[in-house]
């Protein structure tokens, strides 16, 4: 099956600085890669998402890259905020098939 | 996005009780229904898939029994806790997908079971 890994598990920046997460997946079939932003007691929130026909897309601060040679893609969030402290997964699947989740980000914006 | 609404928000129940958690997709015909559990700290682990009018497709691991799932119509989906015991305590969460919106996977907002 499907295994992604997902790094750093922790990660504090100033804010106004940049954050990067990396994903890396194991399925090559593999062609949808979003990426969830989830806070303390709640679901988990899409907020953005790519598939393996697109290398880049941006939505305002977030951008997601995708490398699908080496099997890995990442979130980059922009210009950071305090309201972007929380627990960030991505989350990989083919197709309509089941999401295979990383372990999670914990990004703590320090103001 | 889609709109995925789940109740109760948290429930507190005895041990050996049932407890039901309801999924709606409130502003389209989900398809497809995931149920999540989810520890402290940790990341979600899929419990069951449901599909609208047939049975759902439980994880390996998962016992039928003790978490029986109920996906009757397009916009709900139930997740009935059995006999619940104090391990059952955990943070349980529902996603639906659907209403033309591809691969995309919107959430619930989750449902914290403590079972004392």
């Known amino acids: 099956g499907e295994n992604v890994e997902q790094h750093p598990s922790t990660l504090s920046v100033q804010e106004g600085d940049s954050a990067v997460i990396k994903c890396t997946y194991s399925?090559?079939?593999?062609?949808?890669f979003p990426w969830y932003k989830q806070e303390l007691g709640k679901g988990p929130q899409l907020i953005i998402d790519?598939?393996?026909?697109?290398g880049e897309k941006k939505d305002q601060r977030i951008a997601v890259t995708l490398n699908k040679t080496a099997k890995h893609f990442s979130l980059h969030i922009t210009e950071t905020q305090p309201e972007d402290s929380a627990v960030y997964f991505c989350?990989?699947?083919?197709?309509?098939?089941?999401?295979?989740f990383g372990t999670g980000t914990r990004l703590t914006i320090i103001p | 996005g889609a709109v995925v609404s789940q109740h109760p928000s948290w429930v507190i129940c005895k041990s050996g009780t049932s407890v039901k958690i309801e999924c709606r997709s409130l502003?389209?015909?989900?398809?497809?229904m995931f149920w999540y559990r989810q520890f402290p700290k940790q990341s979600l682990m899929l419990m069951a898939t449901?599909?609208?009018?047939?049975?759902?497709?439980?994880e390996q691991g998962v016992e039928k029994d003790k978490f029986l799932i109920n996906h009757a119509s397009l916009t709900l989906s139930t997740l009935t806790v059995t006999s619940a015991h104090p391990e059952d305590s955990s943070f349980y969460i529902c996603?639906?997908?659907?209403?033309?919106?591809?691969?995309?996977?919107?959430f619930g907002s989750g449902t914290q079971l403590s079972v004392l």
């Open positions: 790519i598939r393996s026909n697109v």
């Open positions: 449901s599909n609208e009018g047939s049975k759902a497709t439980y």
């Open positions: 399925d090559s079939a593999s062609n949808y």
């Open positions: 996603s639906a997908r659907g209403g033309g919106e591809g691969e995309k996977l919107f």
């Open positions: 989350a990989v699947s083919f197709g309509n098939e089941k999401l295979t």
């Open positions: 502003d389209f015909q989900a398809t497809t």
